[in-house]
């Protein structure tokens, strides 16, 4: 190792040990990028002689050097570098990656964009969610990194693994602290509405796709639409009707979804009116729209999502109803599809009834549910501990807002400007 850069590893060494020695070691290294970026061909050494536990403020400044100058053509190049991330990252000290988020994340970033270029995703995983965490100043702050674990996990398809993550209630915005933009907070629920939407879990990635559609903004924002696009196809699979937005979505997004999104206002029309022949030609005619926004395959789903309703909707009117009418109403081929059909609605619990084979015949039953069993008891105690756990939260939030200099500077300058019926009686004296 060259002199110059075994001194810089020294001073890592003996900086590493408490506070006051690690705000020396920061200002440090600060002054001696320019020095680690000419010793490059010593930086493997150098990151291999430091521990991430005790020197990740070290590493953090290594690493950064070294990502800009990875080359992402040269495999071998990008494998010594995941490594090397992956050793920080799932060691790495929280209270040192806080005194760096800038080159934290950067670091965090060059680490994705090389497992991309390795095609391998899925190593990026487990590192990224250790990288978030260390990243927080406390379980509730968002971080750019929760949209970029998201992402790989997407990437991966390994959606399972994005849970421990959606799990964090995330309530706190603090961009000096993690560097969190509006950005980073759209891309955090779209794609959170992508990992609960490929888990199948279609009412809960409604709600992340309407918070990312719902947020405060004066101008066309793309990924507020495609949010959108994906919760109607979403909500039609679910309920069966558009998602219902808040009244403070912004008028500019609403004027946008009204206005733009022709096909997928066309579909979610037919959807309504429970034509299934007319959806089937509209998936057609739009077949390539949809492709484009990578939403056909949840197209797609609308079209059987619409029979399981027309055929809950018949339980309601009819207590006995033959395979054949069943298959005409709905829109079925045959008999044969509507038993089959039937057959999973009742194994999945959709639906309450028998089927008579011989005679081709559907009896619908009711749902025998007195809810007095041990799990309806159970889900009432979660319901009413989420509801008073919220309101807890909300109380918290209202008391932080309450004392908070910004919100109250704004509000103060909000009631000094004159409103409209207050300028028109001024005019009218």
Not at 413 to 421: C, I, L, M, N, S
Request: glycine share 4%; with cysteine; proline share 5%.
């Amino acid at each position: 190792m060259a002199s110059p850069l075994a001194d810089v590893v020294n001073a890592i060494k003996s900086n590493s040990d408490c506070a006051p020695n690690l705000k020396k070691l920061l200002n440090t290294l600060q002054t001696q990028e320019e020095l680690l970026i000419q010793h490059m061909p010593q930086l493997d050494e150098a990151a291999q002689a430091l521990s991430p536990a005790q020197h990740t403020l070290g590493l953090v400044f290594i690493l950064n050097c070294k990502g800009a100058a990875v080359p992402l053509s040269n495999p071998a190049a990008v494998q010594v570098f995941m490594g090397q991330c992956r050793r920080m990252l799932l060691g790495c000290d929280p209270e040192q990656v806080q005194m760096v988020p800038r080159c934290f994340v950067s670091v965090c970033t060059k680490f994705i964009q090389a497992c991309q270029a390795a095609k391998s995703p899925l190593s990026a995983i487990r590192p990224l969610q250790h990288a978030a965490c260390a990243l927080q100043p406390s379980p509730s702050h968002f971080t750019p990194l929760h949209a970029e674990f998201l992402k790989v996990c997407l990437l991966a398809k390994c959606y399972s693994a994005a849970q421990p993550i959606l799990d964090q209630e995330l309530l706190h915005v603090d961009r000096e602290a993690t560097l969190v933009v509006p950005r980073d907070l759209l891309l955090y629920h779209y794609y959170a509405g992508m990992v609960q939407t490929g888990l199948k879990r279609y009412q809960s990635a409604v709600n992340y796709f309407t918070l990312a559609v719902s947020a405060p903004t004066h101008v066309i924002n793309a990924i507020m639409l495609e949010a959108y696009k994906k919760a109607l196809f979403c909500s039609l699979v679910d309920c069966g009707e558009p998602p219902r937005l808040p009244k403070y979505v912004s008028p500019t997004i609403a004027r946008a979804i009204k206005n733009s999104l022709g096909p997928y206002t066309d579909f979610a029309e037919s959807f309504a009116v429970s034509n299934v022949a007319q959806m089937r030609a509209l998936l057609t005619k739009h077949a390539a729209a949809f492709q484009a926004d990578h939403n056909l395959g949840l197209a797609k789903q609308c079209v059987p999502a619409l029979m399981r309703r027309t055929i809950r909707r018949l339980t309601e009117t009819y207590l006995t109803l033959s395979l054949v009418q069943i298959a005409e109403l709905v829109g079925l081929d045959s008999a044969t599809a509507a038993e089959r059909q039937v057959r999973e609605m009742i194994i999945s619990g959709e639906i309450h009834a028998t089927i008579d084979q011989q005679k081709g015949v559907v009896h619908f039953l009711e749902k025998a549910e007195n809810y007095d069993s041990h799990e309806a008891v159970k889900l009432m105690e979660s319901a009413l501990g989420g509801a008073i756990s919220l309101a807890a939260k909300l109380q918290d939030l209202h008391s932080s807002l309450a004392v908070d200099q910004n919100y109250l500077a704004r509000i103060a300058t909000q009631d000094r400007q004159p409103q409209w019926g207050d300028e028109e009686s001024l005019l009218s004296k």
